[in-house]
């Protein structure tokens, strides 16, 4: 992997990657509303269901065909499946909108060709254009996942930040497990069961008064 490979990876993924990730909660917003999520444990756990049972291993399943895909019609169809696997109309909106930004800033910025599509896929189409490796994409796409989420609960549980950054660690190893598991995962391993986040995700919209866009 080249450094510029590697700058492009870390650009990509970093909180100032123009695609208004901090405006997305995925759900926890009202989850901490709700008292479901009231501490560092409780944001811990409510993580691990996400990536091991809900859209993180999703979402890891369908950035890797997304990177193996060798045609458009095979990618047009991975968006599509994504799509249909958002659990509600704001999972919809979080994965399409920041889809949608990162294949518009990601042409401007590296010339990349990307159709606009749920973001694991564009996300996935634009490593393999660059050759950046599959097994190092993939713990570092679920990291910036899982710690956009944090910054939400340091905000709003409310923890400290490095609390926060307390609860990342402490995912480490999963991450790496879960990536390893995606990475030799089929179409026909998707699926989940994180009711609580799903109805949490459909709560959100009918809230008073929110910060977070889900």
């Known amino acids: 992997m080249s450094d510029q490979a590697l700058h492009q990876l870390m650009a990509w993924l970093s909180p100032s990657y123009p695609i208004g990730a901090f405006s997305y909660s995925h759900g926890l917003e009202y989850a901490i509303e709700a008292e479901n999520v009231r501490n560092g444990e409780e944001l811990r756990l409510w993580l691990t269901d ?13 950035l890797c065909h997304a990177f193996r895909a060798r ?4 990618l047009k169809e991975l968006a599509r499946l994504t799509e249909a696997l ?5 999972l919809h909106l979080e994965t399409m909108a920041q889809g949608t930004a990162f294949a518009k800033v990601t042409h401007e910025v590296w010339g990349l060709e990307l159709d606009p599509a749920p973001l694991p896929v564009c996300i996935g189409q634009a ?9 190092t994409l993939l713990p570092l796409y679920l990291h910036g996942f899982i710690a956009n989420i944090i910054a939400a609960g340091v905000r709003h549980v409310p923890i ?7 609860v990342l660690a402490s995912l480490f190893d999963r991450i790496d497990r879960i990536s390893h598991q995606a990475l030799t995962a089929s179409l026909n391993d998707l699926g989940g069961i994180c009711f609580l986040a799903d109805l949490a995700s459909m709560k959100h919209e009918t809230m008073t008064t929110r910060i977070y866009r889900t």
């Open 50 to 62: 996400i990536l091991e049972r809900g859209s993180g291993w999703n979402d890891a399943i369908l």
């Open 71 to 74: 045609s458009s019609r095979e």
């Open 86 to 90: 958002s659990a509600s109309r704001e």
């Open 127 to 135: 490593a393999a254009q660059q050759s950046i490796p599959l097994d």
């Open 160 to 166: 400290g930040q490095t609390d926060g950054q307390k």
